[in-house]
């Protein structure tokens, strides 16, 4: 049986702003030039404050009284050097009066390569930041950040500090794994995956967060082929086992032997059905003897939200492994025969 739990933990990163202009007044003579100052909250999610050393940039802004939209950052690198974020190319300055907006992504510190970032710079989708074809699956387990700033109005001088709240966009999943067998048995665990999840999807800032989700392929079982992610797991001893009880059948005590894997990430969907399979192998040992070796898998429905992690419980016992106990029974009505009578004999002494 699987249960299913989750934690929910949060980071937050201050981008600090700037100043900008275009080739509409830039106000150099004021020194306002854009920078970045940033913070991390305490997280156990891959991206925290102590690795947390580049994203990329985006953002223009709309002067007043106009509609024309004016790109100031499309992609350019900040990259923190001690305490100081600095970005690529030339500074920036603040156009006084305009409204700004900026965005910005980091995937562990990488410019995304299974997905492709862009930013429009006209037209009614002017300012909207998206990613098309982002893969989360077996060939690209990486975190991804995003931030979008509040609209900013600038000022001549006194620009305070833009704030960015950096959000954890994809779900993690882990796996704890439970012997339900007696303590005598051990249980080897490997190859744990979630199959046929969707791993293909586009984000938008416009839309507000992911859409379009699909699968690269589809589900075939008899060609083993489907979408996975697969859970890793450390450590050369994979094995779990129930705990003996000190003095149980003259023993020692023996402490339970749980498994907890390591994260996988997962894009954020609502799933219509319990399509989505969580797959892994088991070797079943009583003391030397290997008694079974296969495959177990449990369907499930997920429902998984950007930012939150969710560790499913797993125990293992027979029935779920394809093990039976050797049991023995006695028939109510035939279960013991009864004496045979044998003829009688007679045994004359002295005759």
């Excluded at 392929?217 to 450390?234: D, F, G, H, Q």
Aim: net charge negative; hydrophobic share 35%; charged share 20%.
């Amino acid at each position: 049986m699987l249960k299913r739990s989750f934690f929910y933990a949060a980071a937050a990163l201050a981008f600090a702003a700037c100043t900008n202009t275009d080739v509409i007044e830039e106000n150099e003579a004021s020194g306002a030039i854009i920078g970045f100052n940033s913070h991390v909250s305490n997280s156990t999610r891959a991206i925290t404050m102590g690795n947390f050393t580049k994203f990329f940039v985006y953002g223009g802004y709309t002067p007043k009284d106009q509609s024309d939209y004016h790109t100031v950052f499309n992609g350019v690198a900040v990259s923190k050097d001690a305490d100081k974020w600095t970005y690529e190319g030339a500074s920036k300055y603040w156009v006084e009066n305009a409204t700004y907006k900026f965005y910005a992504y980091s995937c562990e510190n990488i410019a995304l390569s299974k997905g492709t970032p862009s930013f429009t710079t006209s037209g009614s989708d002017a300012g909207t930041f998206k990613i098309t074809d982002f893969e989360c699956n077996d060939t690209h387990q990486h975190d991804l950040i995003f931030a979008e700033s509040a609209s900013i109005v600038a000022k001549e001088t006194g620009n305070s500090e833009v704030s960015l709240s950096f959000k954890h966009i994809l779900s993690k999943v882990k796996a704890v794994f439970k012997s339900g067998f007696d303590s005598d048995f051990t249980i080897t665990i490997s190859d744990v995956q979630f199959r046929n999840v969707y791993d293909k999807a586009d984000f938008s800032s416009k839309a507000d967060g992911w859409g379009n989700q699909t699968r690269s392929i589809a589900y075939n079982e008899a060609a083993s082929e489907w979408t996975k992610v697969t859970l890793p797991l450390e450590g050369s001893d994979n094995t779990i086992q129930a705990a003996n009880p000190a003095g149980s059948e003259g023993g020692d005590a023996v402490a339970a032997k749980e498994l907890t894997t390591g994260t996988g990430y997962v894009l954020p969907v609502t799933y219509s059905s319990s399509d989505v399979t969580l797959s892994f192998k088991i070797e079943v040992k009583q003391g030397a003897d290997v008694i079974k070796t296969d495959y177990v898998k449990g369907n499930i429905q997920p429902t998984w939200a950007p930012g939150t992690s969710y560790t499913y419980n797993v125990t293992v016992n027979g029935s779920a492994a394809g093990v039976e106990k050797i049991e023995f029974s006695v028939d109510a009505t035939d279960g013991l025969q009864d004496w045979t009578e044998s003829p009688v004999t007679d045994f004359n002494i002295g005759g």
